[in-house]
Antibody, heavy 114, light 110 residues
């Protein structure tokens, strides 16, 4: 059974950093496209980042230079390193498999407060 | 990286059929047969209802169907039921390895 479990969310001040983790089971992270998708409170879904099976990464323009997606094959885990956080980055962050996504985690709330 | 265009809301009575449109461009919806549709209930993660334009995952009711014409994809829910009341999002692969979501459509069962 495919499962994705996010962790690492929380409260952070503007300019701060946070790392989200997504532990996967039931499939191999490195053999799939893996994404992060976020949803601001009361808003719609926004794709944030993707890492392809070959290792190439892409990010939405609004997070380029601030967010980095990566994976650890030994832990079968996906990461999102977020730095220079802004209030507009406040959202529930979902990790997801494939593009467009077929499986989603339960989400991890990141709140950037001033 | 503009979002795909969906109606903000659609409503219908139990048993009726409704259709949600998702309009993109020739660079995303029009080019890639990789449109997915998601159902999201409040406080829950999205659930895929349609993938690759018209395919249904195992376990999804056959009351849900997807189609595409040109730059517009559509999701039809037939035999509307109370449990179908939720937000629905379309998603398409886009240019330069991007992924685009629609703004979401709130479905209300009257």
């Amino acid at each position: 059974e495919v499962q994705l479990v996010e962790s690492g969310g929380g409260l952070v001040q503007p300019g701060g950093s946070l790392r989200l983790s997504c532990a996967a089971s039931g499939f191999t992270v490195s053999s799939n496209y893996m994404s992060w998708v976020r949803q601001a409170p009361g808003k719609g879904l926004e794709w944030v980042s993707v890492i392809y099976s070959g290792g190439a990464t892409y990010h939405v323009d609004s997070v380029k230079g601030r967010f980095t997606i990566s994976r650890d094959t030994s832990k079968n885990t996906l990461y999102l390193q977020m730095s220079s956080l802004r209030p507009e980055d406040t959202a529930v962050y979902y990790c997801a498999r494939n593009l467009p996504p077929d499986y989603w985690g339960q989400g991890s709330l990141v709140t950037v407060y001033s | 990286q503009s979002a795909l265009t969906q109606p903000a809301s659609v409503s219908g009575s139990p048993g009726q059929s409704i259709t949600i449109s998702c309009t993109g461009t020739s660079s995303d919806v029009g080019t890639y047969n990789l449109v997915s549709w998601y159902q999201q209930h409040p406080g829950k993660a999205p659930k895929v209802m349609i993938y690759e334009g018209s395919k249904r995952p195992s376990g999804v009711s056959n009351r849900f169907s997807g189609s595409k014409s040109g730059n517009t994809a559509s999701l039809t829910i037939s035999g509307l039921q109370a449990e179908d009341e939720a937000d629905y999002y379309c998603c398409s692969y886009g240019p330069i390895s991007t992924v685009l979501f629609g703004g979401g459509t709130k479905v209300t069962v009257l």
